[in-house]
């Protein structure tokens, strides 16, 4: 999903729900991740939409040894200007008291 896919989405989402909770984190590692999410109560019940983008991998590097008992480190390179973005849908289960992800299956 594309950033500005997403925006019309939260907007759609704001005119026709009650929205319960919205906000945005940024996480330091994997070279930066920023997560916006929104919840909401909609006709299947509290739903919580996450717009997850992160830099795009644009090389891996292994440092290793073929000595026995030596480490193996992977270090990645991130993009500086090119992001990845992921839409993750959770449904509230009221039984088990946590967000249940939906898979991306359910609505084709």
Not at 22 to 40: A, K, P, Q, R
Not at 52 to 57: G, Q
Not at 73 to 95: C, G, M, P, R, T
Request: proline share 4%.
């Amino acid at each position: 999903m594309m950033p500005e896919k997403w925006e019309t989405t939260k907007n759609n989402i704001k005119d026709n729900f009650e929205v319960l909770d919205e906000g945005c984190s940024h996480m330091d590692e994997e070279g930066g991740v920023d997560i916006e999410y929104i919840v909401f109560d909609g006709p299947l019940g509290r739903m919580r939409l996450e717009f997850v983008s992160k830099p795009v991998i644009m090389d891996k590097k292994t440092t290793y040894s073929k000595r026995i008992g030596s480490e193996t480190a992977v270090e990645y390179v991130y993009s500086a200007d090119e992001k990845s973005h992921k839409l993750i849908v959770y449904k509230w289960n009221d039984a088990q008291g946590e967000w249940l992800e939906v898979p991306a299956g359910a609505f084709a």
